[in-house]
Each structure stands twice: as structure tokens, then as C-alpha cells.
């Protein structure tokens, strides 16, 4: 009777509990993803491009509260303290003057670098995994993903090199050649910044900069890789001009 009973009862492994975890994870990340991009289309489509200047600010004023909250636990030297915060002011503040300022070019590389190199590189490192970057500060971060997400920042501007190459009549060489030197590029300064984020959290001892996006975290959790692209690509933009 008693084997019986063991024999229907079945305990699951470790591994499938975290693969249940990561299924449940990441339908809430997917569902709350939905949802901030609903009310941001809503924003824009009653106040265009006032409205989108809203968002980037309220997004910035919130990310910069959350690493003023990482800065003051990660910190015990009052100078290093009001350093790190006078820092953080001029690294977030910066990166939204920036994109306020962005037209839809640039706004666009920035952000469909960001979130397609963010989803390869997960893809990549969950499919394949592999040896990691940096374990003592970003236990998740592999190489195969880094690769999976340079990829990823290689797609995200192939539409431009597509828009240009109408224009033209013909493949445009010299901006498939700026797309898969620029995206990757991108890329890689996106992964540093969630990589300053995850050492910072280290730091302070948290997991997240804070609950207020269920599934995701803080807000900075999210635009920790937008923040940097954005700098660069204002930068290169002013240069090109």
C-alpha cells in the first residue's frame, strides 16, 4: 500500500522547480512589459512628443531615486557617499536630456538595441550557456550570451540599413557595415551598464533597486543598459553633425 502511494506521488527535481520558476517569472516579466508599453502608447497618443518627455523624465526621476537608494547602502564614507550621488545625478540626468533631445532615429537605436540585445542575450544564455563573465557579480551573464546579444544589437539596426537600401536602389554596404560594427558595439556598452548595476546591488546587498515593476524590479533593473547606449549614441550623433 504504502509503495504503492510513493509510486503516484512524484517529487519533483531541482531542476524542474526552477524551470517552473523561470516559466512563472517570465510570464509575469512578459505581462508587465505589456503593460508598460500600453500606457506609454497611451501617453504618446494623447500628448505626443510632450507626452514621450514625460515618460522619459518620470522614468529618470525613478531610476535615480532607486541608485540614490543603492549608493546609500552600498556607501559608508559620507564623501564616497555624496560622490557616488553627485555622479549618478550627472549619469541618469544626462542620459534623459539626451533622450528628450533624440529625434526618432536615434531614439529608436537606442532603444531597439537595448531591448533586442537584452532578449538574445538571454536566449543564447539559457539555450547555451556556458562559461560566465563576471560570477562574482552577475552570476547569470555568460558569453554566449554576450555573443547572443551582440547579435541581437546587429538586428535591431538591419531595419535602417533596409530603409536606406530603398532609398538607394541598392544594398547599402557602408550602413550594413555601421550596423554590424555600431550594434554589437551598443551592445556590449549596454551588458557594462547592467553589469555597473549588478555590482552596485552587490554592494548594497539587494537583489533588485526596488519591487515596483512585478517580475522585472526596479526601474533601473530595466533601463540600466539604456542609460549608457543613450550617452554614446547622443555622443556619436553631436559628432556626426
Known amino acids: 500500500m504504502e509503495a504503492a502511494e510513493s509510486e503516484g506521488t512524484h517529487e519533483p527535481t531541482l531542476e524542474e522547480v526552477r524551470e517552473h520558476s523561470r516559466r512563472k517569472t517570465l510570464g509575469i516579466r512578459a505581462a508587465s512589459a505589456a503593460v508598460m508599453i500600453a500606457i506609454a502608447v497611451a501617453v504618446y497618443w494623447v500628448l505626443g512628443d510632450r507626452g514621450l518627455d514625460i515618460i522619459v523624465g518620470v522614468v529618470a526621476a525613478i531610476c535615480f531615486f532607486e541608485l540614490l537608494f543603492l549608493i546609500i547602502k552600498a556607501t559608508d564614507n559620507i564623501a564616497f557617499r555624496l560622490a557616488g550621488i553627485l555622479a549618478g545625478a550627472a549619469y541618469i540626468g544626462l542620459a534623459a536630456v539626451i533622450l528628450i533631445d533624440f529625434d526618432i532615429q536615434s531614439f529608436y537605436i537606442s532603444l531597439a538595441v537595448v531591448i533586442l540585445a537584452d532578449t538574445f542575450a538571454y536566449v543564447f544564455g539559457t539555450l547555451i550557456g556556458g562559461p560566465r563573465i563576471m560570477p562574482k557579480v552577475s552570476p547569470n551573464k555568460t558569453w554566449a550570451g554576450l555573443l547572443g546579444g551582440m547579435f ?51 554592494r548594497a546587498g539587494v537583489k533588485d533597486s526596488s519591487r515596483l515593476i512585478p517580475g522585472h524590479g526596479g526601474f533601473l533593473d ?12 547622443g555622443m556619436l550623433t553631436t559628432l556626426a553633425i
Open 222 to 233: 530595466r533601463f540600466d543598459g539604456l542609460i549608457p547606449v543613450a550617452i554614446v549614441v
Open 152 to 202: 541581437g544589437g546587429f538586428l535591431a539596426l538591419t531595419p535602417l540599413v533596409y530603409l536606406s537600401s530603398r532609398i538607394m536602389g541598392v544594398l547599402d554596404t557602408q550602413a550594413l557595415l555601421v550596423a554590424a560594427i555600431a550594434g554589437p558595439a551598443l551592445a556590449i556598452i549596454a551588458l557594462a551598464g547592467d553589469l555597473f548595476e549588478s555590482w552596485l546591488k552587490r
